[in-house]
């Protein structure tokens, strides 16, 4: 018997696509993957019109067993520990996307990573964010051409009412991580533009 995938799961503030990776979350569990729940500092305290803070953590120990990791201190150990075998930024916001491509360690979620990387582990990203063809664009070709970060196929979500916004489809997110384990990013990344 094969042992459990360990997935670090980081949530940063793109609080409209949680109800989407919640579902995700659930199944990876459902699968045999021990999920260990990450919250920025904005997923894991700001209160908005798609729930509040303290029902998001509610429900991320439910259905993973385990209180989130939401400090920079309880975040670091995780590479010298080598507590995961893939780690997920999902939804990773282009504020996290900055941090990432620019080596800016001052959230949980970015020292996740850089802590995560420092054993040459994969990282997966789902990109979501309204600027991903304008200010972000630069941020996603930086990490595309690093080692080790793998990205959640995506799409422009509402190409006429956001022309300039990404969003990558949760639902390729298991494959995503499974291909990353192997050193392969799945194919294609770019998706054909949803409606709107």
């Keep these: 018997m094969s042992e459990p995938l360990r997935i670090g799961f980081a949530l940063t503030g793109s609080f409209c696509t949680f109800s989407q990776v919640l579902p995700v979350i659930e199944m990876l569990v459902k699968d045999g993957s021990l999920v260990t729940p990450i919250l920025s500092y904005h997923a894991g305290t700001l209160d908005t ?30 590479g010298p520990k080598a507590l995961f075998d893939v780690l997920a930024v999902a939804p990773c916001t282009g504020n996290t996307l900055a941090k990432l491509a620019h080596g800016i360690t001052d959230t ?65 997110l298991p494959k995503t991580l499974a291909a990353a384990r192997e050193g392969r990013q799945i194919q294609p990344i770019l998706l054909a533009p949803g409606k709107g």
């Design 49 to 78: 019109r798609f729930g509040t803070a303290a029902d998001w953590r509610a429900r991320l120990a439910a259905l993973t067993g385990r209180a989130p990791i939401d400090t920079i201190v309880d975040a670091e150990p995780i």
């Design 108 to 172: 949980p979620v970015t020292m996740a990573v850089k802590s995560h990387l420092r054993g040459d582990r994969p990282v997966v990203l789902a990109v979501a964010t309204n600027d991903g063809l304008a200010g972000s664009a630069a941020n996603i070709g930086a990490l595309l051409a690093r080692r080790h970060y793998y990205f959640v196929p995506l799409r422009q979500d509402a190409p006429t009412a956001k022309p300039r916004s990404l969003v990558a489809d949760m639902t390729l």
